[in-house]
Nanobody, 125 residues
Framework: QVQLVESGGGLVQAGGSLRLSCAAS????????MAWFRQAPGKEREFVAH????????YYADSVKGRFTISRDNAKNTVYLQMNSLTSEDTAVYYC??????????????????WGQGTQVTVSS
């Protein structure tokens, strides 16, 4: 069982930055790919970024490419999402997620088995 806890959300002005963290309670963290998703009011949950377990390869949604950076610290069992140049379009609840152990990361929420409770990010224009 993997438990995920996000933190770092809040209110920020357009053009500002935030860093989200997601702490995982699992001993073999490096064997899990990790991802961030977000869900705005009235919209479906959408993929933001993912990172593989040990190699750290990254993949981003086009909407955040060049502005957001996903990273992980396997020694701390934590994955991060650095968000820069935020706009009102980035306002959403942000979730971290993990697929089954050793599974390759994908971009559909259906491919992820473990989810955090979410953290609210609000960007004021």
């Amino acid at each position: 069982q993997v438990q995920l806890v996000e933190s770092g959300g809040g209110l920020v002005q357009a053009g500002g930055s935030l860093r989200l963290s997601c702490a995982a309670s699992v001993r073999t963290f490096s064997t899990y790919a990790m991802a961030w998703f977000r869900q705005a009011p009235g919209k479906e949950r959408e993929f933001v970024a993912h990172i593989t377990g040990s190699s750290g390869r990254r993949y981003y949604a086009d909407s955040v490419k060049g502005r957001f950076t996903i990273s992980r610290d396997n020694a701390k069992n934590t994955v991060y999402l650095q968000m820069n140049s935020l706009t009102s379009e980035d306002t959403a609840v942000y979730y971290c997620a993990a697929p089954y152990q050793y599974s390759a990361p994908r971009t559909s929420p259906d491919d992820f088995h473990y989810w955090g409770q979410g953290t609210q990010v609000t960007v004021s224009s």
